[in-house]
């Protein structure tokens, strides 16, 4: 079965760079055919994709988002990152990492989410 | 973009009750539709697939069906743990867009 853990700091200030780390158990992250996606929950309870990254390491972000984001692979941990910068309080959500299933384009398996608060 | 509208906003029902939940699509989508269920404390949770197909483990009480623009999301006979937020969300095109969340609350 498999498990992702979000980790990284809750607090960023403004016009800093938001870093979250998304540890798998259970699977690989460069296993064929694999897919990584990152999602926000906004305190409004909204849901927005941000975006995904392959076991290849090819990326496809959320266009809204795509100027201040990089995602890439950590294969040694098994892991995947995030990166976004030029944060406002506009991004303070819950950040979730998720498996991304392609065959069915829906998210399978998810993190329980960590709280980032965008905050001088 | 195609836009996701679920009705209502908030459900009050009691246990035992059937909770019907819809979404709206501003145009036709095809496949690549599903729900998914957030609890406090808990990872998000996928339910339904391909608008109708059960994901792994999820009980029989969830059934998911519609195609075009209005999909439904029914729970036959609400349990304690089903008291939470519901997003349903398209794939159609990409990047894909959720629907605004149906809280689903204790009458």
């Known amino acids: 079965q498999v498990q992702l853990q979000e980790s990284g700091p809750g607090l960023v200030k403004p016009s800093q760079t938001l870093s979250l780390i998304c540890t798998v158990s259970?699977?690989?992250?460069?296993?064929?055919?694999?897919?990584w996606s990152w999602i926000r929950q906004f305190p409004g309870k909204g849901l927005e994709w941000i975006g995904y990254i392959a076991y290849s390491g090819s990326t496809y972000y959320n266009p809204s988002l795509q100027s201040r984001l990089t995602m890439s692979l950590v294969t040694s941990n098994n892991q995947f990152s995030l990166k976004l910068t030029s944060v406002t309080a506009a991004d303070t959500a819950i950040y979730y990492c998720?498996?991304?299933?392609?065959?069915?384009?829906?998210?399978?398996?998810w993190g329980q989410g960590t709280l980032v608060t965008v905050s001088s | 973009d195609i836009l996701l509208t679920q009705s209502p906003a908030t459900l009050s029902l009691s246990p035992g009750e059937r909770a019907t939940l819809s979404c709206r699509a501003s145009q036709s989508i095809g496949a690549y539709f599903a729900w998914y269920q957030l609890r406090p404390g808990q990872p998000p949770r996928l339910l339904i697939y391909d608008a109708s197909k059960r994901a792994d483990g999820v009980p029989a009480r969830f059934s998911g069906s519609g195609s075009g623009t209005d999909f439904t999301l029914t729970i036959s006979s609400l349990e304690p743990e089903d008291f939470a937020l519901y997003y349903c969300h398209q794939r159609y095109n990409w990047p894909g867009a959720f629907g605004g969340g149906t809280k689903v609350e204790i009458k």
């Open positions: 259970g699977d690989s992250v460069n296993s064929g055919g694999k897919y």
């Open positions: 998720a498996r991304d299933d392609m065959t069915t384009r829906s998210f399978d398996s």
